[in-house]
Structure formats: C-alpha cells, structure tokens
C-alpha cells in the first residue's frame, strides 16, 4: 500500500521568510513519481512538480526547490522570500504502476505567508 | 488547451436525491480520472478511465456511484440516493498516455451539499 503524510498541517511566515514543507512517502515499488500539487482559495490542483524514483538530483525553479531523499523517504519542498501569493494547501502525492496510476495525495499543508 | 471542465461548480440537493456531474478533460488526454476530497483533506481516488474503459476503481466508490466515459471524451460522475456523508468536493483531473506517470491536470471540481 501507498501512503504519503505531510507532518505540517498548516505553517504560518512572514513575507519575505524562506519554507520548507515536509513529506515522507512509504511504497514497496522501486519505481513510482512523487509530485508536488498547490491548491489556492480558488479550489483549482495546480501541478508543480514530478519526479521519478531513478532521479535524486535536486531541483530549482525559480524562488522552488525541491529536495529528493530516498534514503528517508522524502521529498520536501522549499520556498524561498515567500510572497503572499504563496500562500495556499500544498499537497505531495504519490503514483506507482501497482496503483493503477491513481495519486496517493498527502494531507496537505496550509501555508500562509502574512505581509 | 482550455483545461479540465466541470459542471456544475456548486450542487446542493437533498439526502435521496441522485446527482450527475460532468467533467470535460483536456482534449488530446485520454486518461480520465475522479477523485474526493473532504475538508481539510487530501484527495482520494475514486476512479479512473483510459479512453472509454474504466480500469481502475477505488473502494471508496460504492454501488450508489457510478462513472462513465462513453466515447472516451468527457465523463459523468452519478451519485445515487446521496447520503450527508457523500458533501465533498469532487474534482475530475486528465493526463496524456505517457507510461503512467504524466501529471495530472485538475479541474475546478464540484461542490457537493447534501442537505
């Protein structure tokens, strides 16, 4: 079975302050994506970012960056001078072949960053 | 590329009542997939479509709901003899075929109230 758990369940920053949202992963597959999802108080699943198993090289976009361990089991995401436009529930999410390509979504964490 | 649709935004109906709603998915993706989310909650899968075939469904969809795709382009989602328990907002993402693990794109998804 596949379960993603995102520890924070809501942060709280101050423009202009960096973040990093937590997730740890647990599946038996070797290979499987992990992706990062933000959701604004528009409602709308907005993708980030997906990454495979094979891949552990960090990634940088921009002001995001991605943090890829498998020794941990984790793929954390961190936003650095966060803007008030930041501010909304981000999910990490999980598929594997064994899963039928469906997401296996964490909780989420509600990120708000306060001017 | 006018994204995932869904209609309508908002459905408030009274418990017994049976319910449809529609997705229209990315044009060119022929995967088709449904899921749940609760407050303060992930989402959960529900089911998921390759072109008209429905190869996946979670546990979480019961007899009272049922998903088609009859021509492989948009989807319905009924849910029969609605109970308080089936509020939720029910979102409908597409991807490409692309070895399983495309992302996912979300629709506004669909409010549902059960009074």
């Known amino acids: 079975a596949q379960k993603v758990t995102q520890a924070q369940t809501e942060i709280s920053v101050v423009e202009k302050e960096d973040v990093t949202l937590d997730c740890v992963y647990e599946?038996?597959?070797?290979?499987?994506?992990l992706f990062w999802y933000k959701q604004p108080p528009s409602g709308e699943l907005v993708f980030l970012i997906r990454r495979n198993s094979f891949d552990e090289q960090n990634e940088i976009s921009g002001r995001y960056s991605w943090n890829f361990q498998k020794s941990t089991s984790s793929f954390n995401f961190t936003i650095t001078a966060s803007q008030v436009v930041d501010s909304a529930v981000y999910f990490c999410?999980?598929?594997?072949?064994?899963?039928?390509?469906?997401?296996?979504f964490g909780g989420g964490t509600r990120l708000m960053v306060k001017p | 590329d006018t994204g995932v649709s869904q209609n309508p935004r908002h459905k408030i109906t009274k418990r017994g009542q049976n319910v449809t709603f529609r997705c229209d998915p990315i044009?060119?993706?022929?995967?088709l997939y449904w899921y749940r989310q609760t407050l303060g909650q992930g989402p959960e899968f529900l089911t998921y479509f390759q072109n008209e075939a429905q190869l996946e469904k979670s546990r979480l969809l019961s007899d009272r709901f049922s998903a088609e795709r009859p021509k492989g382009s948009f989807s319905t989602l009924e849910i029969q003899r609605t109970e308080q328990g089936d509020s939720a907002m029910y979102l409908c993402?597409?991807?490409?075929?692309?070895?399983?693990?495309?992302?996912?794109?979300f629709g506004d998804g669909t409010r549902l109230s059960i009074l």
């Open positions: 044009s060119e993706h022929n995967r």
């Open positions: 999410a999980l598929s594997t072949n064994n899963a039928g390509n469906m997401l296996t």
């Open positions: 599946t038996r597959d070797t290979t499987y994506y």
């Open positions: 993402a597409s991807s490409p075929a692309g070895g399983g693990f495309e992302p996912q794109h």
